[in-house]
Protein backbone atom coordinates (compact mmCIF):
# COMPACT_ATOMS: atom_id res chain seq x y z
CA UNK A 1 0.00 0.00 0.00
CA UNK A 2 2.93 2.02 0.99
CA UNK A 3 4.49 1.59 -2.26
CA UNK A 4 1.61 2.43 -4.43
CA UNK A 5 1.23 5.74 -2.60
CA UNK A 6 4.45 6.50 -2.83
CA UNK A 7 4.33 5.73 -6.90
CA UNK A 8 0.86 8.13 -6.75
CA UNK A 9 2.74 11.00 -5.09
CA UNK A 10 5.50 10.77 -7.73
CA UNK A 11 3.31 10.76 -10.70
CA UNK A 12 1.55 13.41 -9.07
CA UNK A 13 4.67 15.32 -8.82
CA UNK A 14 5.83 14.57 -12.26
CA UNK A 15 2.52 15.76 -14.09
CA UNK A 16 2.93 18.82 -11.96
CA UNK A 17 6.47 19.15 -13.13
CA UNK A 18 4.94 18.46 -16.48
CA UNK A 19 2.56 21.12 -16.17
CA UNK A 20 4.76 23.54 -14.88
CA UNK A 21 6.37 23.50 -18.64
CA UNK A 22 7.00 27.35 -19.87
CA UNK A 23 5.64 29.10 -16.34
CA UNK A 24 8.82 27.49 -14.32
CA UNK A 25 10.67 30.66 -14.77
CA UNK A 26 7.96 32.94 -13.98
CA UNK A 27 7.31 31.01 -10.57
CA UNK A 28 11.24 31.77 -9.74
CA UNK A 29 11.05 35.24 -10.54
CA UNK A 30 7.62 35.78 -8.53
CA UNK A 31 9.41 33.40 -5.53
CA UNK A 32 12.56 35.58 -5.40
CA UNK A 33 10.16 38.80 -5.09
CA UNK A 34 8.34 37.06 -2.63
CA UNK A 35 11.75 36.83 -0.80
CA UNK A 36 13.08 40.55 -1.19
CA UNK A 37 9.53 41.46 0.15
CA UNK A 38 10.05 39.26 3.64
CA UNK A 39 13.48 40.53 3.98
CA UNK A 40 12.31 44.02 3.65
CA UNK A 41 9.76 43.09 6.34
CA UNK A 42 12.09 42.17 8.58
CA UNK A 43 14.13 45.07 8.14
CA UNK A 44 11.56 47.74 8.73
CA UNK A 45 11.60 46.84 12.84
CA UNK A 46 14.94 46.89 13.03
CA UNK A 47 15.15 50.83 11.96
CA UNK A 48 12.42 51.37 14.51
CA UNK A 49 13.99 49.83 16.76
CA UNK A 50 17.79 51.40 16.58
CA UNK A 51 15.45 54.55 16.10
CA UNK A 52 13.90 54.38 19.66
CA UNK A 53 16.88 52.57 21.61
CA UNK A 54 19.74 54.14 20.01
CA UNK A 55 19.09 57.05 18.24
CA UNK A 56 16.50 58.71 20.86
CA UNK A 57 17.33 56.51 23.48
CA UNK A 58 21.33 56.63 23.37
CA UNK A 59 21.81 53.00 24.42
CA UNK A 60 24.58 51.03 22.17
CA UNK A 61 23.47 49.46 18.96
CA UNK A 62 24.18 45.81 18.71
CA UNK A 63 23.86 44.97 15.58
CA UNK A 64 25.99 43.55 12.26
CA UNK A 65 29.03 44.98 11.95
CA UNK A 66 28.47 46.18 8.54
CA UNK A 67 25.48 48.02 9.83
CA UNK A 68 27.07 49.87 12.50
CA UNK A 69 29.96 50.74 10.10
CA UNK A 70 27.42 52.31 8.00
CA UNK A 71 26.02 54.56 10.97
CA UNK A 72 29.57 55.76 12.16
CA UNK A 73 30.26 57.03 8.28
CA UNK A 74 26.95 58.83 8.84
CA UNK A 75 28.22 60.28 12.21
CA UNK A 76 26.55 57.43 14.84
CA UNK A 77 23.44 57.63 16.31
CA UNK A 78 23.83 60.52 18.22
CA UNK A 79 24.15 62.40 14.89
CA UNK A 80 20.92 60.23 13.60
CA UNK A 81 19.10 61.03 16.73
CA UNK A 82 19.57 64.99 16.01
CA UNK A 83 18.74 64.17 12.26
CA UNK A 84 15.79 62.20 12.70
CA UNK A 85 14.28 62.32 8.60
CA UNK A 86 17.45 60.18 7.56
CA UNK A 87 15.62 57.48 9.96
CA UNK A 88 12.74 58.16 8.28
CA UNK A 89 13.95 58.20 4.79
CA UNK A 90 15.36 54.95 5.63
CA UNK A 91 12.33 53.59 6.33
CA UNK A 92 10.25 55.04 3.31
CA UNK A 93 13.33 53.37 1.27
CA UNK A 94 12.55 50.33 2.48
CA UNK A 95 8.94 50.76 2.26
CA UNK A 96 9.93 51.66 -1.39
CA UNK A 97 11.94 48.53 -2.06
CA UNK A 98 9.26 46.10 -0.46
CA UNK A 99 6.22 48.15 -2.50
CA UNK A 100 8.23 47.37 -5.75
CA UNK A 101 9.31 43.59 -4.86
CA UNK A 102 5.50 43.13 -3.78
CA UNK A 103 4.17 44.32 -7.33
CA UNK A 104 6.55 41.80 -9.55
CA UNK A 105 5.77 39.27 -7.37
CA UNK A 106 2.27 40.04 -8.68
CA UNK A 107 3.10 40.62 -12.25
CA UNK A 108 4.98 37.23 -12.52
CA UNK A 109 3.17 35.06 -10.46
CA UNK A 110 -0.15 35.77 -12.27
CA UNK A 111 1.94 35.43 -15.74
CA UNK A 112 3.23 32.37 -14.56
CA UNK A 113 -0.37 31.02 -13.41
CA UNK A 114 -2.12 32.06 -16.45
CA UNK A 115 0.91 30.01 -18.47
CA UNK A 116 0.12 26.99 -15.99
CA UNK A 117 -3.34 27.39 -16.80
CA UNK A 118 -2.64 27.50 -20.59
CA UNK A 119 -0.35 24.37 -20.36
CA UNK A 120 -2.54 21.87 -18.40
CA UNK A 121 -5.41 23.07 -20.79
CA UNK A 122 -3.58 22.40 -24.57
CA UNK A 123 -2.50 19.32 -22.56
CA UNK A 124 -5.07 18.07 -21.22
CA UNK A 125 -7.43 18.72 -24.61
CA UNK A 126 -4.66 17.16 -26.66
CA UNK A 127 -4.59 14.31 -24.62
CA UNK A 128 -8.47 13.62 -24.44
CA UNK A 129 -8.65 14.23 -28.35
CA UNK A 130 -6.07 11.17 -28.85
CA UNK A 131 -8.23 9.16 -26.08
CA UNK A 132 -10.43 6.13 -27.25
CA UNK A 133 -13.81 6.62 -28.01
CA UNK A 134 -14.84 3.53 -25.64
CA UNK A 135 -12.84 6.05 -22.74
CA UNK A 136 -15.31 8.81 -23.61
CA UNK A 137 -18.15 6.15 -23.63
CA UNK A 138 -17.42 5.45 -20.10
CA UNK A 139 -17.37 9.09 -18.88
CA UNK A 140 -19.56 11.59 -19.02
CA UNK A 141 -19.12 14.69 -20.78
CA UNK A 142 -20.33 16.89 -17.87
CA UNK A 143 -18.09 15.73 -15.60
CA UNK A 144 -14.90 15.84 -18.43
CA UNK A 145 -16.02 19.26 -18.55
CA UNK A 146 -15.90 19.82 -14.64
CA UNK A 147 -12.40 18.37 -14.62
CA UNK A 148 -11.01 21.11 -17.25
CA UNK A 149 -12.18 23.45 -15.90
CA UNK A 150 -13.06 23.77 -12.15
CA UNK A 151 -9.85 21.08 -11.20
CA UNK A 152 -7.70 23.36 -13.27
CA UNK A 153 -8.67 26.61 -11.45
CA UNK A 154 -8.17 24.75 -8.70
CA UNK A 155 -4.87 23.69 -9.14
CA UNK A 156 -3.60 26.81 -10.44
CA UNK A 157 -4.97 28.78 -7.37
CA UNK A 158 -2.91 26.77 -4.82
CA UNK A 159 0.39 27.08 -6.85
CA UNK A 160 -0.20 30.56 -7.32
CA UNK A 161 -1.41 31.53 -4.22
CA UNK A 162 0.06 29.20 -1.85
CA UNK A 163 2.65 27.03 -3.22
CA UNK A 164 4.84 30.04 -4.36
CA UNK A 165 4.41 31.77 -0.65
CA UNK A 166 6.19 28.78 1.06
CA UNK A 167 9.45 30.59 0.54
CA UNK A 168 7.97 33.77 1.69
CA UNK A 169 6.65 32.05 4.81
CA UNK A 170 9.59 29.92 5.09
CA UNK A 171 12.13 32.59 5.30
CA UNK A 172 9.49 34.85 7.34
CA UNK A 173 9.60 32.00 10.38
CA UNK A 174 13.47 31.60 10.60
CA UNK A 175 14.23 35.33 10.70
CA UNK A 176 11.41 36.22 12.87
CA UNK A 177 12.70 33.78 15.03
CA UNK A 178 16.07 34.38 14.70
CA UNK A 179 15.44 38.01 15.11
CA UNK A 180 13.35 37.53 18.32
CA UNK A 181 15.89 35.00 19.72
CA UNK A 182 18.87 37.82 19.54
CA UNK A 183 16.20 40.56 21.35
CA UNK A 184 14.91 37.92 24.15
CA UNK A 185 15.39 33.94 24.16
CA UNK A 186 12.74 33.57 26.74
CA UNK A 187 10.32 35.76 25.36
CA UNK A 188 11.00 33.78 21.97
CA UNK A 189 10.60 30.58 23.62
CA UNK A 190 7.04 31.92 25.17
CA UNK A 191 6.31 32.92 21.89
CA UNK A 192 6.34 29.30 19.90
CA UNK A 193 4.73 27.75 23.04
CA UNK A 194 1.75 27.42 20.93
CA UNK A 195 3.27 26.50 17.46
CA UNK A 196 3.80 22.69 17.84
CA UNK A 197 -0.29 22.58 19.14
CA UNK A 198 -0.67 24.57 16.15
CA UNK A 199 0.59 22.61 13.78
CA UNK A 200 -0.25 19.29 14.60
CA UNK A 201 -4.17 20.64 14.98
CA UNK A 202 -3.66 21.36 11.16
CA UNK A 203 -2.63 18.11 10.44
CA UNK A 204 -5.33 16.62 11.94
CA UNK A 205 -7.63 18.21 9.89
CA UNK A 206 -5.55 17.59 6.81
CA UNK A 207 -7.22 13.81 6.14
CA UNK A 208 -11.38 15.25 7.10
CA UNK A 209 -10.78 18.14 4.66
CA UNK A 210 -9.32 16.13 1.87
CA UNK A 211 -12.43 13.94 2.01
CA UNK A 212 -14.60 16.47 2.37
CA UNK A 213 -13.33 18.20 -0.66
CA UNK A 214 -13.09 14.64 -2.49
CA UNK A 215 -16.82 14.65 -2.03
CA UNK A 216 -17.55 18.08 -3.04
CA UNK A 217 -15.44 18.05 -6.49
CA UNK A 218 -16.95 14.21 -7.58
CA UNK A 219 -20.42 15.69 -7.15
CA UNK A 220 -19.69 18.72 -8.41
CA UNK A 221 -18.89 16.70 -11.47
CA UNK A 222 -22.46 15.23 -11.56
CA UNK A 223 -24.12 18.21 -10.95
CA UNK A 224 -22.38 19.66 -14.24
CA UNK A 225 -23.01 16.32 -16.16
CA UNK A 226 -26.85 16.67 -14.99
CA UNK A 227 -26.66 20.10 -16.39
CA UNK A 228 -24.98 19.27 -19.61
CA UNK A 229 -27.60 16.56 -20.57
CA UNK A 230 -30.26 18.56 -20.15
CA UNK A 231 -28.99 21.39 -21.63
CA UNK A 232 -28.13 19.39 -25.09
CA UNK A 233 -31.01 17.35 -24.62
CA UNK A 234 -34.10 20.06 -24.06
CA UNK A 235 -36.16 18.93 -27.09
CA UNK A 236 -36.66 15.74 -25.77
CA UNK A 237 -37.56 17.07 -22.17
CA UNK A 238 -39.39 19.59 -23.94
CA UNK A 239 -41.30 16.98 -26.16
CA UNK A 240 -42.01 14.38 -22.93
CA UNK A 241 -43.22 17.57 -20.49
CA UNK A 242 -40.29 16.56 -18.30
CA UNK A 243 -39.35 19.96 -17.16
CA UNK A 244 -40.47 19.50 -13.89
CA UNK A 245 -38.80 15.97 -13.41
CA UNK A 246 -35.80 17.16 -14.50
CA UNK A 247 -35.87 20.37 -12.39
CA UNK A 248 -36.83 17.91 -8.81
CA UNK A 249 -33.90 15.71 -9.96
CA UNK A 250 -31.58 18.69 -10.71
CA UNK A 251 -32.41 20.33 -7.33
CA UNK A 252 -32.24 17.08 -4.82
CA UNK A 253 -28.76 16.89 -6.50
CA UNK A 254 -28.23 20.45 -6.01
CA UNK A 255 -28.96 20.17 -2.28
CA UNK A 256 -26.96 17.05 -1.83
CA UNK A 257 -23.72 19.19 -3.47
CA UNK A 258 -25.15 22.18 -0.76
CA UNK A 259 -25.25 20.08 1.75
CA UNK A 260 -21.39 18.92 1.37
CA UNK A 261 -19.98 22.34 1.74
CA UNK A 262 -22.13 23.34 4.24
CA UNK A 263 -20.44 20.55 6.22
CA UNK A 264 -17.19 21.72 4.80
CA UNK A 265 -17.76 24.95 5.80
CA UNK A 266 -18.25 23.36 9.30
CA UNK A 267 -15.39 21.74 9.37
CA UNK A 268 -13.26 24.61 8.20
CA UNK A 269 -15.28 26.79 10.50
CA UNK A 270 -13.83 24.80 13.63
CA UNK A 271 -10.96 24.66 12.44
CA UNK A 272 -10.04 28.21 11.87
CA UNK A 273 -11.92 29.24 15.49
CA UNK A 274 -9.45 26.80 17.63
CA UNK A 275 -6.43 28.27 15.07
CA UNK A 276 -7.55 31.98 15.73
CA UNK A 277 -8.06 30.82 19.80
CA UNK A 278 -4.01 29.33 19.73
CA UNK A 279 -2.85 32.19 17.37
CA UNK A 280 -4.90 35.09 19.49
CA UNK A 281 -3.33 33.39 23.12
CA UNK A 282 0.08 33.57 21.29
CA UNK A 283 -0.06 36.85 21.13
CA UNK A 284 -1.33 37.50 24.27
CA UNK A 285 1.12 35.62 25.98
CA UNK A 286 3.97 37.91 23.83
CA UNK A 287 2.51 40.88 24.80
CA UNK A 288 1.95 40.18 28.45
CA UNK A 289 5.14 38.94 29.40
CA UNK A 290 7.19 41.26 26.52
CA UNK A 291 5.37 44.04 28.81
CA UNK A 292 6.54 42.43 32.23
CA UNK A 293 9.83 42.17 31.18
CA UNK A 294 10.11 45.58 29.74
CA UNK A 295 9.04 47.06 33.32
CA UNK A 296 11.22 44.76 34.90
CA UNK A 297 14.60 46.12 32.72
CA UNK A 298 15.11 43.09 31.28
CA UNK A 299 13.60 44.28 27.69
CA UNK A 300 14.40 47.93 25.81
CA UNK A 301 11.27 49.54 24.53
CA UNK A 302 12.56 49.54 21.39
CA UNK A 303 13.33 45.43 21.26
CA UNK A 304 9.43 45.18 22.70
CA UNK A 305 7.93 47.37 19.89
CA UNK A 306 10.17 45.35 17.55
CA UNK A 307 9.66 41.63 19.24
CA UNK A 308 5.64 42.62 18.81
CA UNK A 309 6.64 43.33 14.82
CA UNK A 310 8.36 40.28 14.49
CA UNK A 311 5.58 37.98 16.30
CA UNK A 312 3.11 39.17 14.11
CA UNK A 313 5.10 38.56 11.20
CA UNK A 314 5.50 34.91 13.11
CA UNK A 315 2.19 34.22 13.65
CA UNK A 316 0.85 34.79 10.12
CA UNK A 317 2.70 32.22 8.44
CA UNK A 318 1.73 29.66 11.42
CA UNK A 319 -1.82 30.51 10.57
CA UNK A 320 -1.20 30.47 7.04
CA UNK A 321 0.13 26.60 7.58
CA UNK A 322 -3.01 25.69 8.16
CA UNK A 323 -4.52 27.37 5.71
CA UNK A 324 -1.89 25.85 3.20
CA UNK A 325 -3.12 22.44 4.54
CA UNK A 326 -6.80 22.83 3.99
CA UNK A 327 -6.01 24.46 -0.13
CA UNK A 328 -3.61 21.32 -0.63
CA UNK A 329 -5.87 18.83 0.09
CA UNK A 330 -8.32 20.51 -2.09
CA UNK A 331 -5.70 20.86 -4.32
CA UNK A 332 -4.93 17.32 -4.13
CA UNK A 333 -8.29 15.98 -5.26
CA UNK A 334 -7.96 17.94 -8.58
CA UNK A 335 -4.69 16.84 -9.07
CA UNK A 336 -5.80 13.59 -8.84
CA UNK A 337 -9.16 13.59 -10.99
CA UNK A 338 -6.75 15.55 -13.80
CA UNK A 339 -4.09 12.76 -13.47
CA UNK A 340 -7.21 10.61 -13.94
CA UNK A 341 -7.22 11.96 -17.33
CA UNK A 342 -3.74 12.03 -18.05
CA UNK A 343 -2.73 9.06 -17.07
CA UNK A 344 -5.50 6.70 -19.27
CA UNK A 345 -3.82 5.46 -22.47
CA UNK A 346 -4.35 6.94 -25.92
CA UNK A 347 -4.88 5.22 -28.81
CA UNK A 348 -1.42 3.45 -30.23
CA UNK A 349 -0.96 1.95 -33.70
CA UNK A 350 1.17 -1.10 -33.66
CA UNK A 351 4.73 -0.40 -33.81
CA UNK A 352 4.74 -2.08 -37.49
CA UNK A 353 1.61 0.03 -38.00
CA UNK A 354 1.67 0.89 -41.94
CA UNK A 355 -0.32 3.57 -44.58
CA UNK A 356 -1.49 0.42 -46.71
CA UNK A 357 -3.38 1.02 -49.65
CA UNK A 358 -7.43 1.72 -48.78
CA UNK A 359 -8.95 0.22 -51.81
CA UNK A 360 -9.44 -3.14 -52.20
CA UNK A 361 -11.56 -6.11 -50.30
CA UNK A 362 -12.96 -5.85 -46.85
CA UNK A 363 -12.84 -8.78 -45.31
CA UNK A 364 -14.44 -9.58 -41.90
CA UNK A 365 -12.74 -13.25 -40.75
CA UNK A 366 -14.92 -14.90 -37.97
CA UNK A 367 -14.96 -11.27 -36.07
CA UNK A 368 -16.47 -12.39 -32.30
CA UNK A 369 -17.14 -8.97 -30.32
CA UNK A 370 -17.98 -8.23 -27.03
CA UNK A 371 -18.49 -4.21 -25.01
CA UNK A 372 -16.80 -4.32 -21.73
CA UNK A 373 -18.79 -5.75 -18.95
CA UNK A 374 -21.15 -6.83 -21.42
CA UNK A 375 -22.16 -10.21 -23.38
CA UNK A 376 -21.18 -10.40 -26.85
CA UNK A 377 -22.34 -8.53 -29.26
CA UNK A 378 -20.92 -10.13 -32.91
CA UNK A 379 -20.69 -14.13 -33.01
CA UNK A 380 -18.11 -15.46 -35.80
CA UNK A 381 -18.65 -12.74 -38.65
CA UNK A 382 -17.41 -14.16 -42.02
CA UNK A 383 -18.01 -12.09 -45.14
CA UNK A 384 -15.76 -10.66 -47.95
CA UNK A 385 -16.91 -7.62 -49.56
CA UNK A 386 -15.23 -6.99 -52.96
CA UNK A 387 -13.69 -3.63 -54.14
CA UNK A 388 -15.61 -0.63 -55.69
CA UNK A 389 -18.84 -2.55 -55.17
CA UNK A 390 -22.22 -1.77 -52.70
CA UNK A 391 -22.49 -3.88 -49.31
CA UNK A 392 -26.22 -3.68 -47.63
CA UNK A 393 -26.53 -4.58 -44.17
CA UNK A 394 -29.87 -5.28 -42.66
CA UNK A 395 -30.78 -6.43 -39.01
CA UNK A 396 -32.62 -5.66 -36.37
CA UNK A 397 -32.28 -3.10 -33.53
CA UNK A 398 -29.32 -4.23 -31.52
CA UNK A 399 -28.42 -6.93 -33.73
CA UNK A 400 -24.62 -5.71 -34.32
CA UNK A 401 -24.68 -3.57 -37.70
CA UNK A 402 -23.14 -0.27 -36.08
CA UNK A 403 -20.86 -2.20 -33.71
CA UNK A 404 -19.26 -4.06 -37.41
CA UNK A 405 -18.60 -0.44 -38.45
CA UNK A 406 -17.06 0.53 -35.60
CA UNK A 407 -14.89 -2.54 -35.15
CA UNK A 408 -13.61 -0.83 -39.19
CA UNK A 409 -12.73 1.95 -37.94
CA UNK A 410 -11.05 1.39 -35.23
CA UNK A 411 -13.13 2.86 -32.60
CA UNK A 412 -13.32 -0.01 -30.86
CA UNK A 413 -10.31 -2.44 -30.71
CA UNK A 414 -10.59 -5.95 -32.08
CA UNK A 415 -8.44 -7.88 -29.76
CA UNK A 416 -6.06 -10.51 -30.48
CA UNK A 417 -7.84 -14.48 -30.78
CA UNK A 418 -11.45 -12.67 -31.93
CA UNK A 419 -10.90 -13.22 -35.65
CA UNK A 420 -9.59 -10.24 -37.99
CA UNK A 421 -10.75 -7.48 -40.01
CA UNK A 422 -8.69 -6.85 -43.59
CA UNK A 423 -8.31 -4.20 -46.03
CA UNK A 424 -6.16 -5.54 -49.38
CA UNK A 425 -5.46 -8.00 -47.17
CA UNK A 426 -3.67 -5.98 -45.02
CA UNK A 427 -4.94 -6.59 -40.87
CA UNK A 428 -6.45 -3.18 -39.99
CA UNK A 429 -4.54 -3.24 -36.36
CA UNK A 430 -1.52 -2.93 -38.84
CA UNK A 431 -2.90 -0.03 -40.54
CA UNK A 432 -1.92 3.53 -38.80
CA UNK A 433 -5.30 4.90 -36.77
CA UNK A 434 -4.72 8.20 -38.30
CA UNK A 435 -4.56 6.69 -42.51
CA UNK A 436 -7.24 4.37 -41.81
CA UNK A 437 -9.96 7.00 -40.78
CA UNK A 438 -8.51 9.46 -43.05
CA UNK A 439 -9.71 7.11 -46.06
CA UNK A 440 -12.98 5.79 -44.92
CA UNK A 441 -16.16 8.07 -44.56
CA UNK A 442 -18.60 7.59 -42.13
CA UNK A 443 -21.99 8.38 -41.66
CA UNK A 444 -23.25 8.10 -38.13
CA UNK A 445 -26.97 7.27 -37.24
CA UNK A 446 -27.36 10.37 -35.34
CA UNK A 447 -25.74 13.26 -37.05
CA UNK A 448 -24.01 15.43 -35.26
CA UNK A 449 -23.33 18.89 -36.23
CA UNK A 450 -21.43 21.67 -34.52
CA UNK A 451 -22.46 25.15 -33.92
CA UNK A 452 -21.04 26.95 -37.19
CA UNK A 453 -22.42 27.82 -40.52
CA UNK A 454 -23.66 25.00 -42.90
CA UNK A 455 -21.06 25.72 -45.11
CA UNK A 456 -18.10 25.16 -42.48
CA UNK A 457 -19.92 21.92 -41.24
CA UNK A 458 -19.83 20.47 -44.61
CA UNK A 459 -16.37 21.67 -45.16
CA UNK A 460 -14.97 20.71 -42.02
CA UNK A 461 -12.33 18.40 -43.29
CA UNK A 462 -10.47 21.07 -45.05
CA UNK A 463 -8.99 24.13 -44.05
CA UNK A 464 -9.86 26.92 -46.12
CA UNK A 465 -12.88 24.82 -47.79
CA UNK A 466 -13.97 25.60 -51.81
CA UNK A 467 -17.37 27.09 -51.94
CA UNK A 468 -17.65 25.19 -55.21
CA UNK A 469 -16.68 22.08 -53.68
CA UNK A 470 -19.37 22.23 -50.79
CA UNK A 471 -21.88 22.83 -52.89
CA UNK A 472 -21.39 20.07 -55.28
CA UNK A 473 -20.86 17.91 -52.13
CA UNK A 474 -24.08 19.33 -51.26
CA UNK A 475 -25.74 18.72 -54.17
CA UNK A 476 -24.88 15.44 -54.14
CA UNK A 477 -26.61 14.90 -50.96
CA UNK A 478 -29.77 16.43 -52.78
CA UNK A 479 -28.99 19.62 -50.10
CA UNK A 480 -27.82 22.45 -51.75
CA UNK A 481 -31.59 23.89 -53.49
CA UNK A 482 -32.84 23.53 -49.70
CA UNK A 483 -29.81 25.35 -48.24
CA UNK A 484 -30.07 28.22 -51.50
CA UNK A 485 -33.36 28.64 -49.93
CA UNK A 486 -32.49 29.70 -46.87
CA UNK A 487 -31.93 33.64 -46.39
CA UNK A 488 -28.39 33.38 -45.69
CA UNK A 489 -27.67 30.25 -47.69
CA UNK A 490 -24.28 28.20 -46.87
CA UNK A 491 -23.59 31.20 -43.77
CA UNK A 492 -26.48 29.97 -42.08
CA UNK A 493 -25.67 29.42 -38.52
CA UNK A 494 -27.26 25.59 -37.62
CA UNK A 495 -27.21 26.17 -34.15
CA UNK A 496 -25.43 23.92 -31.03
CA UNK A 497 -26.22 20.05 -32.75
CA UNK A 498 -27.64 21.63 -35.83
CA UNK A 499 -30.91 22.34 -33.90
CA UNK A 500 -32.38 24.73 -36.41
CA UNK A 501 -31.97 22.17 -38.53
CA UNK A 502 -34.53 19.21 -39.39
CA UNK A 503 -33.64 15.64 -39.33
CA UNK A 504 -33.25 14.98 -42.87
CA UNK A 505 -31.49 17.97 -43.59
CA UNK A 506 -28.68 16.98 -40.93
CA UNK A 507 -28.67 13.63 -42.51
CA UNK A 508 -28.19 15.82 -45.32
CA UNK A 509 -25.51 17.78 -44.37
CA UNK A 510 -23.93 14.93 -42.36
CA UNK A 511 -23.82 12.83 -45.90
CA UNK A 512 -22.58 16.17 -47.50
CA UNK A 513 -19.69 16.86 -45.16
CA UNK A 514 -18.55 13.11 -45.53
CA UNK A 515 -18.44 13.76 -49.49
CA UNK A 516 -16.26 15.98 -48.88
CA UNK A 517 -13.71 14.15 -48.15
CA UNK A 518 -13.78 11.80 -51.24
CA UNK A 519 -12.34 8.42 -49.47
CA UNK A 520 -12.12 5.26 -51.20
CA UNK A 521 -14.62 3.60 -48.66
CA UNK A 522 -18.16 5.35 -47.62
CA UNK A 523 -19.84 3.85 -44.79
CA UNK A 524 -23.75 5.08 -44.70
CA UNK A 525 -25.13 3.61 -41.05
CA UNK A 526 -29.19 4.52 -41.20
CA UNK A 527 -28.33 7.99 -42.30
CA UNK A 528 -31.31 8.21 -44.73
CA UNK A 529 -33.82 7.01 -42.49
CA UNK A 530 -34.90 10.41 -41.90
CA UNK A 531 -35.50 11.78 -45.16
CA UNK A 532 -37.90 10.74 -47.89
CA UNK A 533 -37.98 7.80 -50.40
CA UNK A 534 -37.67 9.79 -53.56
CA UNK A 535 -34.92 11.85 -51.75
CA UNK A 536 -33.10 8.44 -50.65
CA UNK A 537 -32.96 7.08 -54.20
CA UNK A 538 -31.51 10.94 -55.28
CA UNK A 539 -28.98 10.52 -53.05
CA UNK A 540 -27.93 7.14 -54.06
CA UNK A 541 -28.09 7.47 -57.41
CA UNK A 542 -25.29 10.90 -56.94
CA UNK A 543 -23.33 8.67 -54.94
CA UNK A 544 -22.94 6.35 -57.47
CA UNK A 545 -22.36 9.08 -59.96
CA UNK A 546 -19.60 10.94 -57.47
CA UNK A 547 -17.89 7.83 -56.19
CA UNK A 548 -18.48 4.69 -58.97
CA UNK A 549 -15.54 3.26 -57.87
CA UNK A 550 -15.66 3.56 -53.77
CA UNK A 551 -16.61 0.79 -51.71
CA UNK A 552 -20.15 1.59 -49.99
CA UNK A 553 -21.63 -0.25 -47.11
CA UNK A 554 -24.91 0.74 -46.44
CA UNK A 555 -26.74 -0.14 -43.14
CA UNK A 556 -30.61 0.37 -43.72
CA UNK A 557 -34.22 -0.71 -42.12
CA UNK A 558 -35.71 -0.11 -45.12
CA UNK A 559 -35.54 -2.56 -48.49
CA UNK A 560 -35.60 0.20 -51.22
CA UNK A 561 -32.30 1.49 -49.93
CA UNK A 562 -30.53 -1.78 -49.98
CA UNK A 563 -32.25 -3.43 -52.97
CA UNK A 564 -29.37 -1.61 -55.72
CA UNK A 565 -26.08 -3.21 -53.67
CA UNK A 566 -24.53 -5.56 -54.97
CA UNK A 567 -24.31 -8.07 -51.77
CA UNK A 568 -26.58 -8.03 -48.95
CA UNK A 569 -25.97 -9.32 -45.60
CA UNK A 570 -29.06 -10.12 -42.84
CA UNK A 571 -28.25 -10.32 -39.43
CA UNK A 572 -29.95 -11.26 -36.42
CA UNK A 573 -28.52 -11.14 -32.98
CA UNK A 574 -25.26 -10.36 -33.88
CA UNK A 575 -24.75 -13.85 -36.56
CA UNK A 576 -25.19 -13.33 -39.70
CA UNK A 577 -27.77 -15.75 -41.13
CA UNK A 578 -28.71 -14.45 -44.76
CA UNK A 579 -26.51 -13.16 -47.56
CA UNK A 580 -26.69 -12.47 -50.88
CA UNK A 581 -28.53 -9.62 -53.37
CA UNK A 582 -31.67 -8.01 -53.11
CA UNK A 583 -33.46 -10.70 -55.63
CA UNK A 584 -31.77 -13.98 -54.33
CA UNK A 585 -32.95 -12.73 -50.59
CA UNK A 586 -36.77 -11.25 -51.45
CA UNK A 587 -37.33 -15.13 -52.86
CA UNK A 588 -35.28 -16.78 -50.06
CA UNK A 589 -37.98 -16.83 -47.62
CA UNK A 590 -36.39 -15.83 -45.21
CA UNK A 591 -35.96 -12.28 -42.91
CA UNK A 592 -35.40 -10.28 -45.65
CA UNK A 593 -38.42 -11.55 -47.88
CA UNK A 594 -40.86 -10.86 -44.54
CA UNK A 595 -39.40 -7.56 -44.18
CA UNK A 596 -39.69 -6.97 -47.97
CA UNK A 597 -43.17 -7.94 -48.21
CA UNK A 598 -44.49 -5.90 -44.98
CA UNK A 599 -42.60 -2.97 -46.51
CA UNK A 600 -43.68 -3.46 -50.36
CA UNK A 601 -47.40 -3.76 -49.26
CA UNK A 602 -47.46 -1.33 -47.10
CA UNK A 603 -46.29 1.82 -48.16
CA UNK A 604 -42.90 1.87 -50.43
CA UNK A 605 -42.84 0.46 -53.87
CA UNK A 606 -39.74 -0.72 -55.10
CA UNK A 607 -37.96 1.43 -57.57
Known amino acids: MKKKQHREKN??????WQFLKGSKRYFLISILCAGVTALADMIQPQIIRAAVDCAIGGEEGDFPAFVMEAVERIGGFAYLGQHLWIMALAVVAVAGVQVLSQY????????????????????????????????????????????CTSDIDTTKNFLSEQLTSVFRISLLLVLSVTFMASMHPVLTLIALIPTPVIIAYSFHFHRKVHDGFLDCDENEGKLSAMAQENLTGVRV?????????????????????????EKMAKIMSRFWSVSDILSGTQVMLVVVFGAWFCVHGNLNEGEYIAFISYNSMLVWPIRMLGRMIGEMSKAGVSIDRVAYIMDSPIEQDDPDAVDAPMDGDICFEHVSFA???APQMLHDIHFTMKAGTTLGILGGTGSGKTTMMLLLDKLYPLEEGNGRITVGGVDIRKIRTAHLRRNIGMVLQEPYLFSRTIGENIGILSEKPDLEAVRSAAAAAVLDETVCSFASGYDTMVGERGVTLSGGQKQRAAIARTLMGDTPILIFDDSLSAVDTETDTKIRR??????????????????????????????????????????????????????????????????
Open 11 to 16: RTLGLL
Open 104 to 147: NFRVFNTKASETLVKTMRDQLFGHIERLPFSWHMKNKTGDIIQR
Open 237 to 261: VRAFGRERAEIDKFQKQNDHYTALW
Open 371 to 373: YEN
Open 542 to 607: AIQQRFGKASVILISHRITTLSAADKIIVLDRGRIVEEGTHEQLKAGGGIYQKIYETQSGSREVIS
